[in-house]
């Protein structure tokens, strides 16, 4: 049971990573397509749709696919993450309670 347990513990980890590597090279492909247009917009507007819709996408109506792309890939990563951490801090909680 402790081997398996670590088994899928070092499991997540490596998907983790895995994720990690992967969506950084997709954000920052998209992410260079709106640094070099200076296209500008915060955090706020990853996370409210409405926001993004009334102050940002008027203002660069071009750019709307790779922002869109963007935002997507930021909240997917994330949920990708939150999803991992929780996974790793259930199994490790389970591995300390077995051992």
């Known amino acids: 049971m402790y081997i398996l ?6 499991g997540l980890f490596v998907a983790m ?3 990690n590597i992967y969506f950084r090279a997709r954000v920052l ?3 260079g397509v709106l640094v070099r247009n200076r296209v500008q917009f915060g ?3 990853i996370f409210s749709r409405q926001k993004l819709e009334e102050e940002v996408l008027p203002k660069y109506p071009q750019f709307k696919s ?3 792309t963007f935002i ?3 909240r997917y990563s994330i949920q990708m993450a939150t999803v ?3 996974l790793i ?8 309670y077995f051992r």
């Open 5 to 10: 347990l670590s088994a899928i513990i070092i």
């Open 17 to 19: 990573l895995f994720v």
């Open 29 to 31: 492909k998209v992410y």
């Open 43 to 45: 955090a706020v507007h």
């Open 66 to 68: 790779e922002i869109e």
């Open 72 to 74: 997507r890939h930021m």
């Open 84 to 86: 991992l951490i929780f």
């Open 89 to 96: 801090t259930a199994f490790g909680a389970v591995l300390m």
